[in-house]
């Protein structure tokens, strides 16, 4: 079964940074177009960040310059390195993987960030 578990949430404060991490068990990773989306309280989920399984990255226009996606393909890994934050940008942040040939995806169980003083 394929499994993506989110790490890396917590409290932090405005202007300050945070390290999520996805790991990702079941099936091959390498292949996996990866993404991190975001669900905001009252908001509907919006896309964060993707990597490609070549590496080619995409940013929202709310974090490009902030936020930066990468993968470990060793370790079967997806990262979200966010600074500068805001309080805008609290909310549970959810790891997606897309194997697009066959249109699958998968989702992990998310993690939460608050950015408050």
């Known amino acids: 079964q394929v499994q993506l578990v989110e790490s890396g949430g917590g409290l932090v404060q405005p202007g300050g940074s945070l390290k999520l991490s996805c790991v990702v068990s079941?099936?091959?990773?390498?292949?996996?177009?990866m993404s991190w989306y975001r669900q905001a309280p009252g908001k509907q989920r919006e896309l964060v960040a993707n990597?490609?399984?070549?590496?080619?990255?995409n940013y929202s226009a709310s974090v490009k310059g902030r936020f930066t996606i990468s993968r470990d393909n060793n370790k079967k890994t997806a990262y979200l390195e966010m600074s500068s934050l805001k309080p805008e940008d609290t909310a549970v942040y959810y790891c997606?993987?897309?194997?697009?040939?066959?249109?699958?995806?998968?989702w992990g169980q998310g993690t939460r960030v608050t950015v408050s003083s």
């Open positions: 997606n993987a897309v194997y697009a040939y066959w249109n699958l995806d998968y």
């Open positions: 079941g099936t091959t990773f390498s292949v996996l177009d």
């Open positions: 990597i490609s399984s070549g590496g080619t990255t």
